[in-house]
Protein backbone atom coordinates (compact mmCIF):
# COMPACT_ATOMS: atom_id res chain seq x y z
CA UNK A 1 0.00 0.00 0.00
CA UNK A 2 1.15 3.37 -1.13
CA UNK A 3 1.47 5.72 2.06
CA UNK A 4 -1.23 8.15 2.41
CA UNK A 5 -0.62 11.67 0.88
CA UNK A 6 -1.78 13.21 4.30
CA UNK A 7 -1.22 11.63 7.73
CA UNK A 8 -2.56 13.80 10.80
CA UNK A 9 -1.86 12.18 14.52
CA UNK A 10 -3.18 13.64 17.61
CA UNK A 11 -2.83 17.39 16.55
CA UNK A 12 -3.61 19.96 18.49
CA UNK A 13 -3.67 23.85 17.94
CA UNK A 14 -4.84 26.31 19.95
CA UNK A 15 -5.47 30.30 20.38
CA UNK A 16 -5.17 31.34 23.46
CA UNK A 17 -7.57 29.20 25.97
CA UNK A 18 -9.54 28.25 23.04
CA UNK A 19 -8.60 24.71 21.26
CA UNK A 20 -9.65 24.47 18.28
CA UNK A 21 -8.24 21.33 16.92
CA UNK A 22 -8.14 18.80 19.88
CA UNK A 23 -6.26 15.77 19.46
CA UNK A 24 -7.40 15.06 15.69
CA UNK A 25 -6.33 11.53 13.89
CA UNK A 26 -6.81 11.14 10.03
CA UNK A 27 -5.52 9.99 6.47
CA UNK A 28 -6.05 10.71 3.32
CA UNK A 29 -5.33 8.41 0.52
CA UNK A 30 -3.37 8.97 -2.49
CA UNK A 31 -5.73 9.58 -5.29
CA UNK A 32 -8.38 10.31 -3.62
CA UNK A 33 -11.22 12.95 -3.10
CA UNK A 34 -11.29 13.67 0.65
CA UNK A 35 -13.93 15.84 2.10
CA UNK A 36 -13.52 17.55 5.97
CA UNK A 37 -16.82 18.37 7.39
CA UNK A 38 -18.08 20.00 10.32
CA UNK A 39 -19.81 23.51 11.72
CA UNK A 40 -18.80 26.54 11.58
CA UNK A 41 -15.68 27.14 14.56
CA UNK A 42 -15.21 23.04 14.03
CA UNK A 43 -11.35 23.12 12.88
CA UNK A 44 -11.63 22.60 9.44
CA UNK A 45 -9.49 25.92 8.31
CA UNK A 46 -6.99 25.22 11.14
CA UNK A 47 -6.43 21.51 10.23
CA UNK A 48 -6.10 22.08 6.37
CA UNK A 49 -3.70 25.20 7.23
CA UNK A 50 -1.56 22.71 9.62
CA UNK A 51 -1.45 20.50 6.46
CA UNK A 52 -0.31 23.35 4.24
CA UNK A 53 2.11 24.98 6.79
CA UNK A 54 0.76 27.99 7.17
CA UNK A 55 0.15 27.24 11.15
CA UNK A 56 2.65 25.54 13.72
CA UNK A 57 0.64 22.71 15.49
CA UNK A 58 1.06 22.62 19.34
CA UNK A 59 0.89 18.86 19.32
CA UNK A 60 0.90 15.86 17.16
CA UNK A 61 2.48 15.18 14.19
CA UNK A 62 1.58 16.53 10.21
CA UNK A 63 2.86 14.50 7.58
CA UNK A 64 2.04 15.44 3.83
CA UNK A 65 3.26 13.67 0.81
CA UNK A 66 5.75 12.13 3.42
CA UNK A 67 7.00 15.67 4.97
CA UNK A 68 6.54 17.61 7.27
CA UNK A 69 4.84 20.95 5.65
CA UNK A 70 6.59 23.19 8.42
CA UNK A 71 10.60 22.18 7.92
CA UNK A 72 10.01 21.10 4.08
CA UNK A 73 7.60 23.75 3.14
CA UNK A 74 9.95 24.37 0.02
CA UNK A 75 10.07 21.41 -1.47
CA UNK A 76 5.78 21.04 -0.80
CA UNK A 77 5.46 24.16 -2.64
CA UNK A 78 6.31 22.64 -5.63
CA UNK A 79 4.15 19.60 -5.34
CA UNK A 80 0.88 20.82 -3.50
CA UNK A 81 -1.60 23.22 -4.92
CA UNK A 82 -3.79 25.32 -2.38
CA UNK A 83 -7.12 27.71 -2.77
CA UNK A 84 -7.58 30.13 -0.31
CA UNK A 85 -11.20 31.54 0.96
CA UNK A 86 -9.61 34.80 0.82
CA UNK A 87 -7.68 34.51 -2.88
CA UNK A 88 -4.66 35.45 -2.18
CA UNK A 89 -4.53 38.00 -5.38
CA UNK A 90 -2.73 41.75 -5.79
CA UNK A 91 -6.49 43.35 -6.31
CA UNK A 92 -5.15 45.62 -9.29
CA UNK A 93 -3.57 42.27 -11.24
CA UNK A 94 -5.63 41.40 -13.89
CA UNK A 95 -7.00 37.51 -14.33
CA UNK A 96 -5.05 36.22 -17.03
CA UNK A 97 -2.46 38.15 -15.99
CA UNK A 98 -2.07 36.20 -12.67
CA UNK A 99 -2.78 33.36 -13.62
CA UNK A 100 0.03 32.99 -16.20
CA UNK A 101 2.50 34.22 -13.84
CA UNK A 102 1.48 31.35 -11.50
CA UNK A 103 1.67 29.38 -14.12
CA UNK A 104 5.31 30.26 -15.21
CA UNK A 105 6.44 29.07 -11.89
CA UNK A 106 6.15 25.29 -12.23
CA UNK A 107 8.17 23.12 -15.22
CA UNK A 108 5.11 21.43 -16.40
CA UNK A 109 1.87 23.78 -15.36
CA UNK A 110 -1.50 23.79 -17.45
CA UNK A 111 -2.11 25.84 -20.42
CA UNK A 112 -3.97 28.83 -18.59
CA UNK A 113 -6.02 29.55 -21.47
CA UNK A 114 -7.24 25.83 -21.52
CA UNK A 115 -8.08 26.48 -17.52
CA UNK A 116 -9.68 29.86 -18.11
CA UNK A 117 -12.03 28.34 -20.76
CA UNK A 118 -13.05 25.34 -18.23
CA UNK A 119 -13.92 27.71 -15.60
CA UNK A 120 -15.73 30.09 -18.00
CA UNK A 121 -13.35 33.02 -17.21
CA UNK A 122 -12.22 33.65 -21.13
CA UNK A 123 -13.98 36.78 -20.83
CA UNK A 124 -12.81 38.26 -17.71
CA UNK A 125 -8.92 37.90 -18.50
CA UNK A 126 -8.27 41.39 -18.59
CA UNK A 127 -10.34 42.17 -15.65
CA UNK A 128 -8.72 43.37 -12.57
CA UNK A 129 -8.82 41.55 -9.58
CA UNK A 130 -10.72 43.96 -7.26
CA UNK A 131 -13.64 43.89 -10.38
CA UNK A 132 -14.19 40.33 -10.28
CA UNK A 133 -17.66 39.26 -8.98
CA UNK A 134 -17.54 36.82 -6.25
CA UNK A 135 -18.00 33.64 -8.51
CA UNK A 136 -15.65 34.70 -10.93
CA UNK A 137 -12.72 35.29 -8.02
CA UNK A 138 -13.60 31.74 -6.22
CA UNK A 139 -12.96 30.48 -10.59
CA UNK A 140 -10.01 31.94 -10.71
CA UNK A 141 -8.72 30.63 -7.08
CA UNK A 142 -9.86 27.27 -8.27
CA UNK A 143 -7.60 27.57 -11.48
CA UNK A 144 -4.60 28.86 -9.26
CA UNK A 145 -4.44 26.09 -7.18
CA UNK A 146 -4.36 23.36 -9.87
CA UNK A 147 -2.31 25.62 -12.79
CA UNK A 148 1.00 23.99 -11.37
CA UNK A 149 -0.67 20.35 -12.14
CA UNK A 150 -0.02 19.56 -8.29
CA UNK A 151 0.42 16.09 -7.08
CA UNK A 152 -2.05 17.16 -3.94
CA UNK A 153 -4.41 20.13 -4.04
CA UNK A 154 -6.15 22.01 -0.67
CA UNK A 155 -10.10 23.14 -1.42
CA UNK A 156 -11.66 25.40 0.83
CA UNK A 157 -15.39 26.22 0.30
CA UNK A 158 -13.68 25.37 -3.73
CA UNK A 159 -17.43 26.15 -4.71
CA UNK A 160 -19.03 29.03 -2.05
CA UNK A 161 -20.63 31.14 -4.26
CA UNK A 162 -20.82 29.39 -7.64
CA UNK A 163 -24.14 29.78 -9.75
CA UNK A 164 -25.27 25.54 -10.70
CA UNK A 165 -23.00 25.98 -14.03
CA UNK A 166 -19.82 26.88 -12.82
CA UNK A 167 -20.48 24.22 -9.67
CA UNK A 168 -20.60 21.39 -12.10
CA UNK A 169 -17.98 23.13 -14.04
CA UNK A 170 -15.90 22.75 -11.35
CA UNK A 171 -17.22 19.05 -9.72
CA UNK A 172 -16.24 18.13 -13.11
CA UNK A 173 -12.57 19.54 -12.36
CA UNK A 174 -11.98 17.77 -8.81
CA UNK A 175 -13.41 14.18 -10.76
CA UNK A 176 -10.38 14.76 -13.47
CA UNK A 177 -8.03 15.34 -10.59
CA UNK A 178 -8.90 12.27 -8.96
CA UNK A 179 -8.56 10.56 -12.39
CA UNK A 180 -5.34 11.07 -13.14
CA UNK A 181 -4.29 10.43 -10.03
CA UNK A 182 -3.98 14.17 -7.83
CA UNK A 183 -5.00 13.93 -3.80
CA UNK A 184 -7.45 16.51 -3.25
CA UNK A 185 -8.57 17.44 -0.06
CA UNK A 186 -11.49 19.89 -0.12
CA UNK A 187 -13.61 21.49 3.16
CA UNK A 188 -16.86 22.16 2.09
CA UNK A 189 -20.17 23.16 3.70
CA UNK A 190 -22.42 21.71 1.16
CA UNK A 191 -23.23 18.11 1.76
CA UNK A 192 -24.18 17.13 -1.72
CA UNK A 193 -20.78 18.30 -2.83
CA UNK A 194 -19.04 15.98 0.01
CA UNK A 195 -21.70 13.23 -1.59
CA UNK A 196 -20.87 13.41 -4.71
CA UNK A 197 -17.31 13.97 -5.00
CA UNK A 198 -15.70 12.19 -2.24
CA UNK A 199 -14.12 8.66 -1.61
CA UNK A 200 -13.89 9.77 2.41
CA UNK A 201 -15.80 11.84 4.64
CA UNK A 202 -14.34 13.18 8.12
CA UNK A 203 -17.09 14.99 10.08
CA UNK A 204 -15.37 16.95 12.91
CA UNK A 205 -16.90 18.99 15.68
CA UNK A 206 -15.83 21.28 18.21
CA UNK A 207 -12.04 20.37 16.82
CA UNK A 208 -12.19 16.23 17.66
CA UNK A 209 -13.43 13.71 14.71
CA UNK A 210 -16.89 12.42 15.17
CA UNK A 211 -17.72 10.11 12.15
CA UNK A 212 -15.95 8.70 9.18
CA UNK A 213 -16.20 7.00 6.12
CA UNK A 214 -17.28 6.64 2.43
CA UNK A 215 -20.61 8.59 2.38
CA UNK A 216 -22.70 5.71 1.71
CA UNK A 217 -21.10 3.75 4.32
CA UNK A 218 -21.98 6.69 6.95
CA UNK A 219 -25.53 6.22 7.67
CA UNK A 220 -27.08 2.49 8.29
CA UNK A 221 -30.19 1.43 6.80
CA UNK A 222 -33.20 1.86 8.56
CA UNK A 223 -35.23 -0.17 6.44
CA UNK A 224 -36.81 0.14 3.09
CA UNK A 225 -37.77 3.31 1.02
CA UNK A 226 -40.87 3.03 -1.98
CA UNK A 227 -42.14 5.87 -4.25
CA UNK A 228 -45.70 5.18 -6.36
CA UNK A 229 -48.93 5.96 -6.24
CA UNK A 230 -50.63 8.30 -3.12
CA UNK A 231 -53.11 6.46 -0.70
CA UNK A 232 -51.58 3.07 -0.69
CA UNK A 233 -52.92 0.85 1.82
CA UNK A 234 -49.68 0.85 4.62
CA UNK A 235 -51.27 -1.92 7.26
CA UNK A 236 -51.92 -4.39 3.91
CA UNK A 237 -48.04 -3.51 2.92
CA UNK A 238 -46.74 -3.85 6.70
CA UNK A 239 -48.15 -7.01 6.77
CA UNK A 240 -46.90 -8.92 3.51
CA UNK A 241 -43.75 -7.87 4.16
CA UNK A 242 -43.78 -8.49 8.18
CA UNK A 243 -42.54 -5.07 8.66
CA UNK A 244 -42.47 -3.04 12.15
CA UNK A 245 -44.66 -0.04 10.31
CA UNK A 246 -45.11 1.20 7.09
CA UNK A 247 -45.25 5.24 6.93
CA UNK A 248 -46.34 7.91 4.37
CA UNK A 249 -44.03 10.25 4.91
CA UNK A 250 -45.24 12.17 1.82
CA UNK A 251 -48.01 12.11 -0.68
CA UNK A 252 -46.62 8.55 -2.63
CA UNK A 253 -43.72 7.89 -0.58
CA UNK A 254 -43.18 5.49 2.12
CA UNK A 255 -41.04 3.97 4.71
CA UNK A 256 -41.10 0.21 5.24
CA UNK A 257 -39.50 -0.32 8.72
CA UNK A 258 -37.80 -3.39 8.36
CA UNK A 259 -34.72 -5.74 7.61
CA UNK A 260 -33.75 -4.30 4.20
CA UNK A 261 -33.28 -7.96 2.85
CA UNK A 262 -34.11 -9.70 -1.11
CA UNK A 263 -36.78 -11.64 0.64
CA UNK A 264 -38.15 -7.96 2.01
CA UNK A 265 -37.84 -6.26 -1.94
CA UNK A 266 -39.39 -9.46 -3.15
CA UNK A 267 -42.59 -9.59 -0.76
CA UNK A 268 -42.99 -5.49 -1.48
CA UNK A 269 -42.80 -5.86 -5.21
CA UNK A 270 -45.17 -8.94 -5.16
CA UNK A 271 -47.67 -7.06 -2.80
CA UNK A 272 -47.62 -4.27 -5.78
CA UNK A 273 -48.21 -6.45 -8.87
CA UNK A 274 -50.76 -8.28 -7.39
CA UNK A 275 -52.59 -4.77 -7.16
CA UNK A 276 -51.23 -3.55 -10.37
CA UNK A 277 -49.43 -1.00 -8.52
CA UNK A 278 -46.61 0.60 -10.83
CA UNK A 279 -43.65 1.42 -8.21
CA UNK A 280 -41.60 4.31 -9.30
CA UNK A 281 -38.58 3.92 -6.80
CA UNK A 282 -37.58 1.18 -4.10
CA UNK A 283 -34.61 1.05 -2.51
CA UNK A 284 -32.74 1.09 1.32
CA UNK A 285 -33.64 3.96 3.14
CA UNK A 286 -30.25 5.15 3.76
CA UNK A 287 -30.20 8.52 6.00
CA UNK A 288 -28.40 11.02 4.15
CA UNK A 289 -25.43 12.65 4.36
CA UNK A 290 -26.50 15.74 5.80
CA UNK A 291 -28.96 13.74 8.23
CA UNK A 292 -25.62 11.68 9.69
CA UNK A 293 -23.47 15.47 9.42
CA UNK A 294 -26.81 17.21 12.12
CA UNK A 295 -26.74 13.82 14.02
CA UNK A 296 -23.27 13.78 15.18
CA UNK A 297 -22.68 17.58 15.57
CA UNK A 298 -26.27 19.06 16.71
CA UNK A 299 -28.47 21.20 15.17
CA UNK A 300 -27.96 24.36 16.89
CA UNK A 301 -27.09 27.21 14.62
CA UNK A 302 -23.00 28.08 15.18
CA UNK A 303 -21.27 31.76 15.53
Sequence with gaps: MPEP???IEGLVKRYGARVAVDGLSMEVARGSVTALLGPNGAGKTTTIECCEGYRRPDAGRVRVLGLDPRRDGAQLRRRVGVMLQAGGVYPGVRAEEMLRHVAGLYANPVRPELLMERLGLT?????????LSGGQRQRLGLALAIVGRPELVFLDEPTAGL???????????????????????????????????????????????????????????????????A??????????????????????????ECEPTP?????????????????????????????????????????
Design 163 to 229: DPQARLAAWDLVRELRTSGVTVLLSTHLMDEAERLADRVFIIDRGRLVAAGAPSDLGRAAGLRLRGP
Design 231 to 256: GLDPEGLRAAVGAAAVRETEPGAYLV
Design 5 to 7: AVV
Design 123 to 131: GAGKTPYRR
Design 263 to 303: AAIAAIAAWCAERSILLEELGLARPTLEEVFLEVTGREVRA
